[in-house]
């Protein structure tokens, strides 16, 4: 049973720095690709970050590139989201994802997602 548990959310100011940390378990982790998403109230969810099985390729959209750096260690079964320069539009809760392969073109090759954390980043 895939399992996928968030964790190092909370407030921020802008500015500041946030790292989340994503624990999973159930399957084989470096087989798959891991993903960030966030949502933030009324507004569509948006694809944050997307990592390779092996770690070699990454993704970020334009809205958090430069400032948002995903990892991964395979040998923790763990995958990390560090947000540096936050701003207030990061506020959302942010989700966990695995892939269905090791690899990804879009988000729809992700279907199993842990249950969110909540970033807020205020003054």
């Known amino acids: 049973q895939v399992q996928l548990v968030e964790s190092g959310g909370g407030f921020a100011q802008p500015g500041g720095s946030l790292r989340l940390s994503c624990q999973a378990s159930?399957?084989?982790?470096?087989?798959?690709?891991m993903a960030w998403t966030r949502q933030a109230p009324g507004k569509e969810l948006e694809w944050v970050s997307g990592?390779?099985?092996?770690?070699?390729?990454?993704y970020y959209p334009d809205s958090v590139k430069g400032r948002f750096t995903t990892s991964r260690d395979n040998t923790k079964n763990t995958v990390y989201l560090q947000m540096d320069r936050l701003e207030p539009e990061d506020t959302a809760v942010y989700y966990c994802?695995?892939?269905?392969?090791?690899?990804?073109?879009?988000?729809?090759?992700?279907?199993?997602w842990g249950q969110g954390i909540q970033v807020t980043v205020s003054s």
């Open positions: 994802g695995k892939g269905d392969y090791a690899d990804y073109v879009t988000l729809h090759d992700f279907s199993s």
């Open positions: 990592i390779y099985g092996d770690g070699r390729h990454t």
């Open positions: 159930g399957f084989t982790f470096s087989n798959y690709a």
